[in-house]
């Protein structure tokens, strides 16, 4: 239960920090925190999904970081693309 919880809290931190600097890199930085924090978690997802596709996965906390660092990158690509 306790480690669950623990999975969760990290997963969420992690996703903050990939997505500010997912944020920083894509030039999105006045966005809201929140917005950048969101993208950062479901980038998290996607980019886990997407190297799944090509058979890459990531067994470290750099590589998990990586990850989600690219996958909020084309979370942030593709809101920017549906925008407009």
Do not use: Q
């Amino acid at each position: 239960m306790i480690s669950a919880l623990f999975s969760v809290v990290f997963s969420i931190l992690v996703g903050a920090a990939a997505g500010y600097v997912a944020g920083r890199l894509m030039g999105s930085a006045g966005s809201s925190p929140l917005h950048n924090i969101i993208l950062g978690m479901v980038g998290g997802f996607v980019g886990s999904f997407l190297l799944g596709l090509i058979g890459l996965h990531s067994f470290s906390f750099i590589g998990d970081f990586v990850v989600s660092v690219a996958g909020a990158c084309v979370c942030i690509w593709a809101a920017r693309k549906l925008s407009r």
